[in-house]
């Protein structure tokens, strides 16, 4: 499937995605979000560590995941909290990283994608499915649902907790990490498909090459 096909079913745009985006988080009064913007992105980035709880969740297949194990290993790994029935944020960071996800495969080809619902009352593993099969999830994509107290444990360690008790309040985050023993990206705000990868391969400390489809490491 050609990537450029990939959200047709969403109707969603990765530019106009930006654009809403930006519109909700200038208009909602119900959540903070940090002013330190670097240059013209619409996003602020940072690095933190986290310790990552010992729960289990369910993947889209409803097969159960241990998420500690799933993060302990090598692999370079990207994380979202999401939900499905969300019709403003959740769609538009789906909707880069689905445009991303073959540029990201190109800067580490192990490369993980998780995303985790906010919403696991409703979002069953039929749902989820549906949800990655609208956004054209490809590869080691993984979406994650479960117990509450087992997400609610989830969003704690990442920090990641919504703002007065509404889902609706959730911040639009987007977590990268290298390798077990690195820290954590941490974005918070606007990304597209460019800024995305550009920050995925200056973590992963590779550069594209002058051949094409060929990456190098090096230091940014």
């Known amino acids: 499937m050609h990537k450029d096909h990939k959200v047709s079913g969403a109707a969603i745009s990765v530019r106009l995605c930006v654009l809403l985006l930006s519109a909700c988080l200038a208009g909602?009064?119900?959540?903070?979000?940090?002013?330190?913007?670097?240059g013209d992105r619409g996003y602020t980035r940072d690095f933190q560590s986290y310790q990552i709880p010992d729960v289990t969740l369910l993947?889209?297949?409803?097969?159960?995941?241990?998420?500690r194990?799933?993060?302990?290993?090598?692999?370079?790994v990207l994380l979202q909290f999401i939900f499905t029935s969300c019709q403003t944020i959740c769609p538009m960071l789906t909707a880069v990283m689905a445009q991303a996800q073959?540029?990201?495969?190109?800067?580490?080809?192990?490369?993980?994608?998780?995303?985790?619902?906010i919403d696991p009352d409703h979002?069953?593993?039929?749902?989820?499915?549906?949800?990655?099969?609208?956004?054209?999830?490809?590869?080691?994509?993984?979406?994650?649902?479960g117990a509450w107290q087992d997400v609610r444990k989830t969003l704690q360690a990442f920090d990641a907790m919504y703002e007065g008790g509404s889902k609706m309040y959730h911040k639009p985050y987007t977590f990268m990490r290298r390798g077990p023993d690195h820290e954590w990206l941490r974005?918070?705000?606007v990304n597209g498909v460019k800024d995305l990868v550009d920050e995925y391969r200056?973590?992963?400390?590779?550069?594209?090459?002058?051949?094409?489809?060929?990456?190098?490491?090096?230091?940014?």
Do not use: C
Not at 59 to 67: F, K, M, P, Q, S
Not at 102 to 117: G, K, N, W, Y
């Open 102 to 117: 073959d540029e990201l495969r190109q800067v580490d080809a192990d490369t993980r994608i998780i995303s985790i619902s």
């Open 28 to 38: 909602n009064a119900g959540a903070s979000y940090p002013e330190n913007m670097e």
């Open 202 to 220: 200056q973590l992963s400390g590779k550069r594209p090459s002058q051949a094409a489809g060929e990456f190098i490491t090096g230091s940014q």
């Open 59 to 67: 993947d889209r297949n409803g097969a159960h995941v241990e998420l």
């Open 123 to 145: 979002d069953t593993p039929e749902r989820l499915q549906q949800y990655a099969a609208r956004f054209g999830a490809e590869g080691d994509w993984l979406f994650l649902t």
């Open 69 to 76: 194990r799933l993060l302990s290993g090598q692999r370079p």
């Open 187 to 189: 974005l918070i705000g």
